[in-house]
């Protein structure tokens, strides 16, 4: 599943006030059920929700107590939530939040590297799993999202090839050890600089196997010269992150640049707002 958290933070936090109401669980699942009523992402929004509450029969009042027992629930439910907003955007047509065209880097990676199994963590729909299967390339894609791993599946057997996909966590997928020729995180959530998970990551693939990722990063000039910034760094974020956390392996390539990203999955303008990007490819040896 791809970077629905800071979506679902940003949608939350109009709801995180109010006090609990006697029942939560009705509460939750009434708006569970709002969720996966909406026609797509678009019409998601706490300010919408607020507004179906209202429209049902709830004093503004009423409606702000429902928003903050959700709002208390999120941490605990979030995974949750996250499918269900991943199942929307992988469904909902005409969407902009990311490309449908495989990732560019993981495109120039594979061209030197040989083919054999790969791992695609949070596979999403699958622009990824199924260009490197039409490499030939063995490959196994897991997600939370049950419908984007349907579309991947679709997506699959259009471009006449076959992909293995898992239902599963960061938490509780097992890599395996020496398992993998690739694994690569394009665009995920996943803890890729705690020392754990790095630890499972690594020992996960095959001796001369290599590890691949992409995503966006917190802006580091935004940090150091916004005058109203105070919080501080968490630990991925901070210079050469990746290059001290998979330290073990040999690093083929890194780079720390600014460019339009795959995903801005918080925006609707993603052609239109250069992010932080950092990219890696290393090997084990």
């Known amino acids: 599943m791809r970077l629905v958290r800071l979506f679902l ?21 009434d708006f569970v059920g709002w969720l996966k009523a909406q026609h797509s992402i678009a019409d998601i929004s706490g300010d919408k929700y607020r507004a179906s509450l209202i429209q049902s029969g709830l004093t ?3 409606a702000d107590e429902r928003l903050g027992v959700v709002g208390k629930l999120y ?6 939530l996250g499918t269900i907003f991943a199942n929307k955007l992988y469904t909902s047509p005409n969407q902009t939040r990311f490309t449908y065209e495989p990732n560019a880097f993981l495109v120039q990676a594979a061209k ?3 083919p054999g199994k790969a791992l695609d963590v949070a596979m999403g729909q699958g622009r990824n799993a199924v260009f490197l299967a ?7 894609g897991y997600d939370l999202a049950d419908e984007g791993m349907r579309v991947a599946n679709e997506n699959a057997a259009k471009a006449g ?23 690569y995180f394009i665009y995920t959530d996943a803890p890729i600089v705690d020392p754990k998970y790095v630890d499972r990551v690594v020992a996960a693939l095959k001796p001369g196997g290599c590890l691949l990722i ?4 917190l802006d580091l000039d935004l940090a150091t010269s916004d005058p109203e910034w105070n919080a501080p760094l ?3 974020d901070k210079p050469n992150a990746l290059l001290k956390a998979y330290a073990s392996l040999r690093v083929l390539e890194y780079e720390d640049t600014h460019e339009i990203a795959d995903w801005q999955q918080t925006r609707t303008d993603r052609l239109k707002k250069q992010v932080r990007i950092v990219r890696i490819l290393a090997k084990k040896v």
Request: proline share 1%; charged share 25%; glycine share 4%.
């Open 161 to 183: 090839v076959r992909i293995k996909t898992v239902n599963a966590s960061f938490d509780t997928y097992d890599y395996g050890k020496d398992q993998w020729d690739l694994i």
């Open 9 to 29: 933070i940003l949608l939350l936090s109009a709801l995180a006030f109010g006090q609990a109401a006697a029942d939560t669980e009705k509460i939750w699942q």
């Open 60 to 62: 503004a009042a009423q």
């Open 75 to 80: 941490n605990e439910r979030h995974d949750q």
């Open 134 to 140: 039409t490499q030939g390339w063995d490959v196994t």
């Open 234 to 236: 968490i630990e991925q």
């Open 112 to 114: 030197r590297l040989k």
């Open 214 to 217: 992409e995503r966006p990063f």
